[in-house]
């Protein structure tokens, strides 16, 4: 032990020796005042401590840490299902808001990228610390194959619910991808970019540009690349497909030979897909079937005019794997607003960042739609349509933010708050017909004599003496209204159905 008198002197010296798995670490500690001794001591204690934290961080298990759920995030993504419910039963009474034929955007086209944006939000905060890549990366790919199972059950052709109480398909014309699908790539690729490249956070400063260096966009940048010059420098041939008619198989043959085509016949979307999926695992029933120059009940559905070109009757997937690709931008900008929503603590702030690019976006979708360079369209998913949907996307997320977390108005959304809490439960059992299926299969002697067959026509069809009124009103109460209740019963009761 050291003598006291020659410690007070500050000629004593001791060392601490910190033992952490098997490692020593020595610091010299220097009691009383040399010269720099203080700044000695700090800096040794610094070091040690920092050392500690680093193997602690490693060996101890990573405790979660309850955080306050994004009121406006659940709300959004909410929105997103009702619209979805709304346009798939609406739709066909409605022509107006269900998808463009072609060039152009309804209620409808908005339902997609909407998706994909709040993706993009929930992946940037899901992301905001990562204790351990390897799991992230394992919980990623994890979600991604169980996506891809949903998409391809949901919309591969197994399940004809709700019209036809029958399952099974046939694996030559099976659909491989689909909405969920997409989603798939979409999160897979953003969120793995989101958790393994590292990131400049800690020189974000509070002005309005650096959020935009501080990460790396290089997902939307790669994606836009690759789409841009495959849409515009891909050679498309001829090409030609067999289909059912007058109980005979016909074939139909469409003259392209040529690059850079943003119609229906001669697009190198289309010519993707039918190069790496097969033709026969296409899309059935495309919306340009309800072009003019399809049929005459144009924009609704309706019987080929005569003269209607081969490609009306071909097969077309709007989902595809070039489409998908442009898709990722859209995931990418949601990550940004979810960026923004972490590094800025400000009300006012956020909403000038999420505003600003919002309009941003929305001036350059329609120069460009407007003046033929590139435009609008979901079926291409066109980079006019990923920006001008984008940006309505960040005005209406801008819009929830203001009223739900900064006026405190959160009652009137709270129904859209639990259908966004459970949006895959909701998706599957209303968008994808699954539960009216169910309820489809205990009919009465026929099996067009069902309950569901019932309530739309007699409680409101007959009642409003319109079937347009009628089917608006049976989506708002029957659907909408019915999984508004359920998810909020599943919420008090603390039930989600999480992928």
Same mark, same amino acid.
């Given at each position: 032990?050291?003598?006291? !008198?020659?410690?007070?002197?500050?000629?004593?010296?001791?060392?601490?020796?910190? $033992?952490? =798995?098997?490692?020593?670490?020595?610091?010299?500690?220097?009691? /009383?005042?040399?010269?720099?001794?203080?700044?000695?001591?700090?800096?040794?204690?610094?070091?040690?401590? =920092?050392?500690?934290?680093?193997?602690?961080? *490693?060996?101890?298990?990573?405790?979660?840490?309850?955080? !306050?759920?994004?009121?406006?995030?659940?709300?959004?993504?909410?929105?997103?299902?009702?619209?979805?419910?709304?346009?798939?039963?609406?739709?066909?009474?409605?022509?107006?808001? #269900?998808?463009?034929?072609?060039?152009?955007?309804?209620?409808? #086209?908005?339902?997609?990228?909407?998706?994909?944006?709040?993706?993009?939000?929930?992946?940037?905060?899901?992301?905001?610390?990562?204790?351990?890549?390897?799991?992230?990366?394992?919980?990623?790919?994890?979600?991604?194959?169980?996506?891809?199972?949903?998409?391809?059950?949901?919309?591969?052709?197994?399940?004809?619910?709700?019209? *036809?109480?029958?399952?099974?398909? #046939?694996?030559?014309?099976?659909?491989?991808?689909?909405?969920?699908?997409?989603?798939?790539?979409?999160?897979?690729?953003?969120?793995?970019?989101?958790?393994?490249?590292?990131? $400049?956070?800690?020189?974000?400063?509070? *002005?309005?540009?650096?959020?935009?260096?501080?990460?790396?966009?290089?997902?939307?940048?790669?994606?836009?690349?690759?789409?841009?010059?495959?849409?515009?420098?891909?050679?498309?041939?001829?090409?030609?497909?067999?289909?059912?008619?007058?109980?005979?198989?016909?074939?139909?043959?469409?003259?392209?030979?040529?690059?850079?085509?943003?119609?229906?016949?001669?697009?190198?979307?289309?010519?993707?897909?039918?190069?790496?999926?097969?033709?026969?695992?296409?899309?059935?029933?495309?919306?340009?079937?309800?072009?003019?120059?399809?049929?005459?009940?144009?924009?609704?559905?309706?019987?080929?005019?005569?003269?209607?070109?081969?490609?009306?009757?071909?097969?077309?997937?709007?989902?595809?794997?070039?489409?998908?690709?442009?898709?990722?931008?859209?995931?990418?900008?949601?990550?940004?607003?979810?960026?923004?929503?972490?590094?800025?603590?400000?009300?006012?702030?956020?909403?000038?960042?999420?505003?600003?690019?919002?309009?941003?976006?929305?001036?350059?979708?329609? @120069?460009?739609?407007?003046? #033929?360079?590139?435009?609008? $369209?979901?079926?291409?998913?066109?980079?006019?349509?990923?920006?001008?949907?984008?940006?309505?996307?960040? @005005?209406?997320?801008?819009?929830?933010?203001?009223?739900? *977390?900064?006026?405190?108005?959160?009652?009137?959304?709270?129904?859209?708050?639990? %259908? /966004?809490?459970?949006?895959?439960?909701?998706?599957?059992?209303?968008?994808?017909? %699954?539960?009216?299926?169910?309820?489809?299969?205990?009919?009465? !002697?026929?099996? =067009?004599?069902?309950?569901?067959?019932? @309530?739309?026509?007699?409680?409101? $069809?007959?009642?409003?003496?319109?079937?347009?009124?009628?089917?608006?009103?049976?989506?708002?109460?029957?659907?909408?209204?019915?999984?508004?209740?359920?998810?909020?019963?599943?919420?008090?009761?603390?039930?989600?159905? !999480?992928?």
């Amino acid at each position: 032990m050291e003598d006291p !008198k020659r410690m007070e002197e500050g000629l004593g010296h001791t060392a601490l020796v910190a $033992n952490i =798995d098997g490692e020593k670490i020595h610091l010299s500690e220097k009691v /009383g005042k040399t010269d720099g001794g203080d700044e000695n001591e700090k800096e040794e204690r610094r070091a040690v401590h =920092d050392h500690l934290a680093e193997h602690e961080a *490693d060996r101890q298990p990573v405790v979660k840490q309850k955080s !306050k759920r994004v009121a406006t995030l659940d709300a959004f993504r909410g929105l997103t299902i009702v619209l979805m419910i709304l346009v798939d039963d609406a739709g066909g009474v409605y022509p107006r808001i #269900d998808h463009s034929p072609w060039n152009g955007c309804t209620l409808a #086209d908005f339902v997609m990228p909407f998706f994909l944006f709040i993706v993009g939000v929930a992946i940037a905060l899901a992301f905001k610390r990562i204790p351990k890549r390897r799991d992230a990366v394992k919980k990623i790919i994890l979600r991604t194959l169980k996506l891809l199972f949903w998409g391809v059950l949901l919309q591969g052709g197994y399940s004809h619910a709700p019209s *036809d109480l029958a399952y099974g398909v #046939d694996m030559k014309l099976i659909r491989w991808f689909g909405i969920l699908q997409r989603i798939a790539l979409v999160y897979m690729v953003v969120a793995l970019i989101e958790a393994l490249i590292p990131k $400049n956070r800690q020189t974000i400063e509070p *002005d309005r540009f650096t959020i935009f260096t501080a990460y790396r966009w290089i997902a939307g940048f790669i994606s836009f690349v690759i789409y841009m010059v495959t849409t515009f420098a891909l050679y498309v041939p001829d090409w030609s497909f067999t289909v059912d008619e007058d109980h005979e198989r016909r074939r139909y043959t469409v003259e392209c030979g040529m690059r850079g085509h943003l119609g229906p016949a001669c697009n190198a979307v289309g010519y993707v897909d039918r190069e790496v999926w097969g033709i026969n695992h296409l899309y059935q029933y495309p919306v340009w079937s309800r072009l003019k120059a399809c049929t005459l009940s144009s924009p609704a559905s309706g019987p080929f005019r005569k003269d209607a070109p081969s490609w009306c009757r071909a097969p077309f997937e709007p989902e595809g794997l070039l489409s998908s690709i442009s898709a990722i931008l859209s995931g990418t900008i949601g990550i940004h607003y979810g960026h923004v929503l972490i590094h800025f603590k400000g009300h006012a702030e956020r909403l000038r960042q999420w505003v600003s690019m919002g309009v941003i976006l929305l001036i350059v979708a329609i @120069i460009l739609h407007f003046t #033929d360079a590139i435009p609008i $369209n979901k079926q291409l998913y066109s980079f006019s349509y990923v920006c001008f949907t984008a940006g309505a996307a960040g @005005i209406v997320f801008s819009g929830f933010y203001v009223l739900i *977390d900064v006026w405190g108005l959160r009652p009137p959304f709270l129904f859209l708050e639990w %259908i /966004g809490m459970n949006a895959m439960l909701v998706y599957v059992m209303a968008a994808q017909g %699954i539960f009216e299926g169910f309820i489809n299969g205990w009919y009465y !002697k026929s099996p =067009d004599n069902t309950l569901v067959y019932w @309530i739309q026509e007699h409680v409101f $069809n007959d009642v409003w003496h319109s079937e347009r009124v009628g089917t608006l009103l049976y989506v708002l109460f029957a659907q909408i209204t019915f999984w508004a209740v359920v998810s909020g019963v599943l919420h008090k009761l603390g039930i989600y159905w !999480k992928l």
